[in-house]
């Protein structure tokens, strides 16, 4: 497999066609995600994670997302917290 044309991105690797579909692939696009509201807050945020595997890096359609915040900011559990009340 030949590399996209990027330039480089540290460490010497260059990322190639093949493994962006291959990582798009492996995550779980949130819009398949369904949760019942009927459940209590803890199980919902349970069930969340379960179906996205991994809350820190999804996709949304054609997208990746990777979940980043602020040191001083709101955590990650906190925002989830939130989202799901």
Known sequence: ???VGFPNLGK???PT???KDKIMRE???IN???IDRDLPQPERITEYVRQI???YHYKSGKFAVTEKHPENGATF???LINFMN
Do not use: F
Request: hydrophobic content about 30%; glycine content about 4%; charged content about 35%.
């Open 1 to 3: 497999m030949t590399s």
């Open 12 to 14: 010497g690797r260059r």
């Open 17 to 19: 066609l093949w493994r």
């Open 27 to 29: 995550l779980v696009d």
């Open 32 to 34: 398949t995600v369904r």
């Open 53 to 55: 595997k991994n809350p």
């Open 77 to 79: 559990t906190e925002c």
